[in-house]
């Protein structure tokens, strides 16, 4: 796998257009199949994770194509319901075609998505889901096999506001006779997004963004076209690489109010943040000192993506910072990789505390898991000397050209 080479001491300087959302693209070309026709989205992030997902359409049997930020996915010749486990390797997040396929072609079978770094990751809920819409399900053999001669709307309760299998529901109860109600619905702004394109080809769904969602019918559309919601966790990442390294950024094609908790925590540990309609702009004299603990929660609480990113920028703020880790059992697996660099963090279980250090030196570091990755890459922009990170395809499934943005801004980081 490739490594970047990072020199850190740059202030950052400069406009970034951010990209388009990884969360968004990815649960909406699996909906391109409901139905088929012609799906052409716009805005769409140059990453490994899509590639992924476009190799599993062509297997399906969609003509997909592919241009810069830009895909067209023709899904009217759909004629396989099954996902080799090679496919599923390449991006766990697949799990997310079971609802579109099963729709689709009333069964699915592809094998169960292993943990990942981040943890155990059961599906147990998106199951749960789909078999309260009528689905039979089988596992064997590490694989999972639905199958439902016809899909019933139903009442379905999510024991936890799952964005997945949030996701699963609603693609799945596209093709359900009557009214489906997710109840504890994950409440994401790629949950409005994919709402939004499946209106756009023709399902009757409401309620995307809290905690009920309602799906009714479907009167598929011919053709369909959708420009992907902006990344806000990208964003999140820019302005916390700002807030650390000093500078003044300016981030384009943004909605602020979508990470909100990460600008208010910036701002408590002393960033000055504008914000506009569809843009933010940052000052920060690289000095920060601590704000409120940060306590990662379901939207629209503090996103457990970010929860790395701020890490990072805590690592030489004044005074202790408290992080607390509620949605996945696994995601600190970048402390160890920070201690590299002269970080003070100390975990326990679910917490981490952080100590601010004066300096922090440069060091090799791995990355281990796609957030964690870019927050060693955030460490090294601020460690003395050179910071050499490893394994950054982790960090290539969700960025685009990551090394290249930071570098428009100032940052000194370079591809080996
Ligand atoms: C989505 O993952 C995102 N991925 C994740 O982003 C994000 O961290 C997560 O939502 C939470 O916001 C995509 O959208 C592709 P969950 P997902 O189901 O759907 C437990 C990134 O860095 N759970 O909301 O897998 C699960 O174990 C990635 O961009 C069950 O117990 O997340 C976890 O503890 C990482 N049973 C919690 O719920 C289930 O059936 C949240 O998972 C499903 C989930």
Same mark, same amino acid.
């Given at each position: 796998?490739?490594?970047?080479? =990072? ?13 388009? $959302? *990884? ?36 297997? %399906? ?8 930020? @830009? ?13 080799? #486990? @090679? ?22 079978? %592809? ?13 147990? %809920?998106?199951?749960? &889901? ?34 997945? $299998? ?74 916390? $690489? ?8 300016? %981030? ?9 908790? =990460? ?48 890490? &990072?920028?805590?690592? *030489? ?49 791995? $990355? ?25 395809? #982790? ?9 290249? &943005? ?11």
């Amino acid at each position: 796998m490739p490594t970047w080479i =990072v020199h850190g001491g740059k202030k950052l300087k400069g406009k970034l257009k951010v990209q388009g $959302a *990884k969360n968004a693209v990815l649960p909406i070309m699996a909906a391109c199949i409901l139905g088929g026709g012609t799906s052409r989205l716009t805005n769409c992030p140059e990453l490994s994770d899509k590639n992924a997902s476009i190799d599993i359409l062509r297997h %399906l049997g969609c003509k997909v194509k592919c241009c810069n930020n @830009e895909i067209v996915i023709d899904s009217n010749d759909v004629c396989k319901s099954y996902i080799p #486990h @090679e496919l599923m390797l390449k991006m766990r997040s697949s799990v997310m075609y079971m609802g579109a396929i099963l729709a689709r072609t009333g069964e699915v079978r %592809l094998s169960k998505p292993g943990g990942c770094e981040l943890g155990s990751r059961p599906i147990d %809920l998106h199951l749960k &889901a789909l078999k309260a819409l009528g689905a039979e399900i089988s596992e064997e053999g590490g694989e999972v096999y639905c199958r439902a001669k016809k899909l019933r709307g139903a009442n379905i309760h999510l024991d936890f506001p799952s964005v997945g $299998a949030t996701e699963n529901a609603m693609l799945a109860s596209c093709a359900a006779e009557g009214e489906t109600v997710i109840c504890n619905a994950a409440c994401e702004p790629e949950i409005v997004d994919l709402q939004n394109f499946l209106r756009l080809k023709g399902v009757k769904v409401s309620g995307a963004g809290s905690s009920i969602v309602k799906i009714s019918g479907f009167a598929p559309k011919e053709f369909t076209f959708h420009r992907i919601m902006p990344d806000r966790i990208a964003a999140s990442t820019y302005l916390c $690489a700002a807030a650390s390294c000093g500078g003044e950024i300016i %981030l384009e094609d943004v909605v602020p109010n979508h990470f909100y908790t =990460v600008i208010t925590s910036l701002r408590a540990m002393g960033c000055d943040i504008m914000c506009g309609s569809n843009y933010v702009r940052i000052k920060s004299s690289g000095r920060l000192k601590v704000g409120r603990p940060i306590v990662t929660k379901p939207y629209p609480g503090f996103p457990t993506d970010s929860q790395a990113l701020m890490m &990072a920028s805590c690592l *030489k703020a004044e005074g202790t910072s408290v992080f607390v880790e509620n949605i996945f059992e696994n995601r600190f697996r970048h402390v160890p990789e920070m201690r590299r660099l002269g970080a003070d963090i100390r975990t326990e279980g679910r917490v981490a505390i952080v100590t601010g250090v004066k300096e922090l030196s440069g060091a090799p570091v791995s $990355a281990c898991d796609l957030r964690g990755g870019a927050a060693l890459v955030l460490s090294g922009l601020i460690s003395e000397g050179e910071t050499r990170v490893y394994d950054v395809g #982790h960090i290539e499934r969700g960025y685009e050209r990551f090394e290249f &943005a930071l570098s428009s801004l100032g940052a000194d980081i370079k591809r080996q």
